[in-house]
């Protein structure tokens, strides 16, 4: 029987981040907790150094890292990283995340999260504040929550709420702390919305969500970095690959929305008709925003895009073509 059993794993994935990946690691092993936890660290075939210093520390830590090394690039092959390669792996009661260009900032982030949902057992998902920072590593004006929420108990029904119709991409993925059954769950169901959405946070939450609620601590415990590189972040450098984006985002909804016995419907139509009236923003076609059926998502938008929408439907056809050359000055 292991003395020291592992009650949490950090699941870290990389990819070509041989300057940013040292303080991520150093983050995690500065954590200070009154258990054992483990750091799987999955490289996908990096061309640059990031393999080479993740199998420095993996020696220097052999019993709390765990690498996971390719010999041919999956992501690129449609596989979804997590579920096919790491998740399987996971030993700890509890699972957290932080991606080779993240890093968290408080050495107690582990305990006060392991601390939150051993105490409450209703809880499937505890999320807390992060800071954003550039590519130099300094703070930028960004952060999440983006919008302010007054409980530190959010019940799922209003989580919900916040991430499908108030704010998209409510908390950021390196304040997860989630329950591994959740985890297993994925991997034995492999539901079908999990793998049809573009990305792996949203429908991680969204299954969180449908077997408990969430804490919330109020606290900044750790650092995204922001335009790093993300799945939305490099579909917008092409118009085409961010139409695909939330083309598979409205697929993922749909799907959600046969499988869950917990989310109102109403909340998911909201999310889909907002994605709706982007998509007919990227092709250009304004008209098609229908003034009626879409009037909650108008009236959500800020001043710039509300003038956008209204100028385009008089003239659609100028409008589409400075935005494109607005595109290609970002």
Not at 221 to 230: F, H, Q, T, V, W
Request: proline share 3%; charged share 25%.
């Amino acid at each position: 029987m292991d003395i020291n059993p592992i009650e949490v794993s950090v699941v870290c994935l990389a990819y070509n981040q041989e300057s940013t990946i040292e303080r991520m690691i150093n983050s995690i092993l500065n954590q200070e907790t009154t258990f054992a936890y483990e750091i799987l660290i999955h490289d996908d075939f990096s061309t640059d150094q990031t393999r080479t210093i993740i199998e420095r520390y993996a020696r220097l830590y052999p019993e709390k890292i765990v690498p996971i090394y390719q010999t041919e690039n999956q992501f690129s092959k449609g596989k979804k990283i997590s579920v096919d390669f790491v998740y399987p792996l996971v030993k700890g009661k509890y699972v957290a995340f932080c991606e080779g260009d993240d890093f968290w900032i408080c050495s107690t982030k582990l305990q006060q999260q392991y601390e939150a949902l051993e105490t409450h057992g209703d809880c499937s998902l505890c999320v807390h504040d992060v800071i954003c920072v550039n590519s130099e590593s300094k703070i930028i004006n960004k952060k999440f929550p983006r919008i302010n929420i007054i409980n530190d108990y959010i019940k799922s029904d209003d989580y919900f709420k916040y991430e499908l119709v108030d704010c998209p991409w409510l908390f950021q993925t390196t304040s997860y702390f989630v329950r591994s059954s959740i985890i297993r769950r994925i991997c034995n169901e492999r539901p079908k919305f999990f793998f049809d959405y573009p990305v792996g946070d949203l429908p991680l939450v969204l299954l969180c969500l449908e077997v408990g609620d969430c804490i919330y601590i109020k606290q900044q415990m750790s650092a995204y970095r922001s335009l790093a590189g993300g799945v939305l972040t490099q579909n917008k450098k092409n118009l085409d690959q961010e139409i695909k984006y939330y083309e598979r985002m409205i697929i993922g909804h749909k799907e959600y929305k046969k499988y869950t016995a917990k989310c109102n419907p109403i909340y998911i139509d909201y999310a889909i008709a907002s994605i709706e009236v982007t998509l007919y923003k990227l092709k250009g076609d304004y008209r098609g925003i229908d003034l009626e059926k879409y009037s909650n998502q108008i009236r959500s938008q800020n001043v710039k895009n509300k003038a956008v929408i209204a100028i385009g439907r008089l003239i659609p056809n100028v409008t589409y073509s400075l935005y494109k050359k607005m595109r290609k000055c970002l």
